[in-house]
């Protein structure tokens, strides 16, 4: 009773390489999503659905350039196809990220900087949850919401301790705009 042909195996229902890219692109979404929230809470221009778009679309990109029939028999065809894709995406973003990016000519302030860097951080999650460099993608995440979560009142108590109270009140604006 060894041979139970009868029986499929996992291989047999689904393939393994469009399973692994269903959890990449799921990966990136799940992370924009969770950058997201931390900027919906705070009221930010870029919420949820618009990061989970940035690191998917950066994940789709990615996985497509990668993925290219052919590709991995030639190293530096796909080397050079990665450098493309880390180019093209992380520049590209930045006009997303300009976007959100508001001058105030009353008072000659900028707001908008840390909102436009949670897009270029989540495209470049993106493409890293594409490239399936789950250890980076994890510590970078965990980074990603110390530096968006803990980091918020931090700075605000160090303003206070060394900074001008006009300081304070710039960081308070920032923070609440």
């Known amino acids: 009773m060894t041979n ?4 499929a195996t996992v291989e047999g229902y689904f393939d393994i390489a469009v399973v692994d890219m269903i959890l990449r692109l ?19 221009p870029t919420g949820m659905r618009t990061l989970a778009l940035v690191a ?7 996985v497509v350039a990668v993925h290219f029939e052919d590709l991995i028999d ?3 065809a796909l080397s050079r196809v990665v450098q493309g894709i880390l180019q093209g995406v992380l520049t590209g973003i930045g006009f997303i990220g300009a976007g959100v990016i508001l001058r ?3 008072d000659m302030s900028v707001s ?4 436009a860097a949670t897009v270029w951080i989540t495209a470049a999650l993106g493409i890293a949850c594409a490239l399936a460099a789950w250890h980076i993608v994890v510590i970078a995440t965990v980074l990603t919401l110390i530096v968006l979560i803990v980091l918020k009142p931090v700075e605000l108590m160090l303003v206070r301790l060394l900074g001008s109270d006009e300081t304070v009140e710039d960081i308070r604006k920032d923070n609440e705009g």
């Open 4 to 7: 139970l042909s009868y029986l």
């Open 26 to 44: 799921c990966a990136a979404t799940v992370i924009g999503m969770l950058i997201g929230l931390n900027r919906d809470v705070n009221g930010k």
């Open 56 to 62: 998917l679309g950066a994940a789709v990109v990615s």
């Open 74 to 76: 030639h190293p530096d």
């Open 104 to 106: 105030h000519p009353k």
């Open 112 to 115: 908008g900087l840390t909102t």
